[in-house]
């Protein structure tokens, strides 16, 4: 066993026993780095106006407030229960600032209606061509609109952005480790395994790179490297594979 590991189970007994103050600022500190990895992968995908050092400290809050709400009886790695809720309280942070240009919101919503349509149309998922041609673009001009909204996803994808119409979000399809409602637990499975299905459904390119980021922890740079591809066109085929996902999760909630 790792020493570290080793200690950081030492701690959490000595900790869930005596909760001192000492004791918990020590996890903390144990589990610094944690917040530092979560704010650095999403910062990846935010304009350069957001400070990493702005979501690292978001990112704080939700350690602390995972230290300070973790069980280890409920045989759930901390490393795990912790990055959702370091995750959460940065989109949380992300959410009160409102960072994103109405204009950037429009044109994302306009690529979604397009790719619905498209996507009812052909009855699968669409090619990009597909997608250039019914908003008219070209198809250089398409993949320069999907590097656009590429800062969008990250919010996107886990949560509800100020300001928009309610399109349901994919972090509640995140396993939580508190629910103890059995039937809440089993309509979050339910939903899970219908969002694994959609993957399943998209073009090979897109499920790879969904994959790789979003189960490897690859960041989008590693998976150019990965495929061969540039960084650019890997936030494009990212970009087009949420869209699609955001519809296709949509219409599920609107059923």
């Known amino acids: 066993m790792n ?28 589990y610094l780095p ?3 990895v979560v704010a650095g992968r999403m910062k ?8 990493l050092a ?6 704080v809050r939700g350690l602390i407030q995972s230290v300070e709400g973790f069980d280890p009886e409920r045989g759930v790695k901390f490393e795990s229960y912790a990055s959702n809720r370091i995750r959460g309280s940065i989109l949380d942070s992300l959410r009160e600032y409102d960072w994103l240009p109405r204009s950037l919101r429009t044109k994302s919503k306009t ?24 908003l008219g673009m070209s198809l250089d001009e398409y993949h320069s609109l999907l ?9 996107s994808l886990d949560s509800e ?23 809440q637990g089993l309509e979050d499975k339910e939903l899970r395994q219908q969002v694994v299905a959609w993957l399943q459904e998209l073009p090979e390119h897109m499920r790879r790179v969904m994959v790789l980021y979003y189960y490897e922890e690859l960041t989008l740079k590693e998976i150019g490297a990965v ?28 059923a």
């Open 54 to 59: 702005d979501l690292e400290g978001a990112g």
């Open 147 to 155: 590097e656009e909204v590429g800062s969008i996803q990250l919010i």
């Open 3 to 30: 020493p570290q590991t080793e200690n950081n189970q030492q701690l959490w007994q000595e900790y869930t026993s005596k909760r001192s103050a000492i004791l918990r600022e020590r996890l903390l500190l144990n």
């Open 44 to 51: 990846q995908t935010l304009p350069q106006a957001v400070q």
């Open 111 to 134: 690529l979604e209606k397009a790719l619905q349509i498209c996507e009812a149309r052909l009855g699968g998922i669409p090619e990009d061509g597909d997608v250039a041609a019914e």
């Open 161 to 183: 952005p100020a300001g928009v119409d309610n399109i349901g979000s994919f972090h509640d399809v995140i396993p939580d480790t508190s629910i103890e409602d059995p039937l």
């Open 34 to 36: 944690l917040v530092k």
């Open 227 to 254: 495929l061969n591809l540039s960084e650019s066109r890997i936030c494009q085929i990212h970009s087009a594979a949420i869209h699609s996902l955001r519809t296709r999760f949509q219409e599920e909630r609107v």
